[in-house]
């Protein structure tokens, strides 16, 4: 079985300050994890994807995300926020299950940035 | 251009009556999904399909039915027996083969009055 957590429900910066949203996972193989942002009434885009090669993965629009193994851990940061970061933000984990490889997401993260 | 499309944008039924979401991809690939999208809730799977005529139940499955006639469609109907329907229907696609990124449509809004 496989499920993510996303640590936060929203979380609030200042633009020009850093970003951390948190993503923890569990797999029974390895995994590979992917972070979407969702505009309003939007589909889902890619960020960036993590399927085995580097740890450290970076992304469009200044994004990037450390694999963590140890700690199980997946999480999105950018060093520097812009008031258009303002979305919804999804962890998704896609392993082998029973033959098929199924994506699971979090709950999602609102990132609410203040000018 | 490749990509996932879905129709209606936005869509109003009364409430008892069946509609059925559109769901159409040009990128050849195999395997299907749609997610239902509530606040606060993340995304969860209604149903999956990996291979044209075989389809199979997701976590939230009752209420709704599938059908997988073409590699390119994968229509969901929302039944009467769906007993809270408004929400946001997400469909997506990807390469059943391997542990590839999915591809979204746009999303289409469902409101039952």
């Known amino acids: 079985a496989q499920s993510v957590t996303q640590l936060d429900s929203h979380v609030s910066v200042s633009e020009g300050t850093p970003v951390l949203l948190r993503c923890n996972y569990s797999s029974s193989y390895s995994p590979s994890l992917f972070w979407y942002v969702q505009h309003p009434n939007k589909g889902l885009q890619l960020l960036l994807k993590?399927?085995?090669?580097?740890?450290l993965v970076k992304g469009i629009n200044g994004f990037e995300a450390e694999f963590k193994k140890s700690e199980t851990s997946f999480h999105l940061t950018k060093p520097s926020a812009h008031m258009s970061d303002a979305a919804e933000y999804f962890c998704v984990v896609i392993s082998r299950s029973g033959g098929s490889y199924i994506p699971t997401f979090g709950r999602g993260t609102s990132l609410i940035v203040h000018p | 251009d490749g990509g996932i499309t879905q129709s209606p944008k936005y869509l109003f039924r009364k409430e008892g009556q069946n509609v059925t979401l559109s769901c159409e991809q040009n990128?050849?690939?195999?395997?299907m999904y749609w997610y239902r999208q509530d606040p606060g809730q993340g995304l969860r799977l209604i149903y999956y399909s990996q291979i044209v005529n075989d389809f199979q139940k997701g976590d939230i499955a009752e209420g709704y039915s599938v059908s997988r006639e073409k590699k390119e469609s994968f229509p969901l109907t929302v039944t009467s027996a769906q007993k809270n329907p408004t929400a946001f229907y997400l469909c997506?696609?990807?390469?059943?083969?391997?542990?590839?990124?999915?591809?979204f449509g746009q999303g289409t809004r469902l409101t039952v009055v």
């Open positions: 990128l050849n690939h195999d395997a």
């Open positions: 993590y399927t085995s090669a580097a740890t």
């Open positions: 997506a696609s990807r390469d059943s083969r391997s542990n590839t990124e999915a591809f």
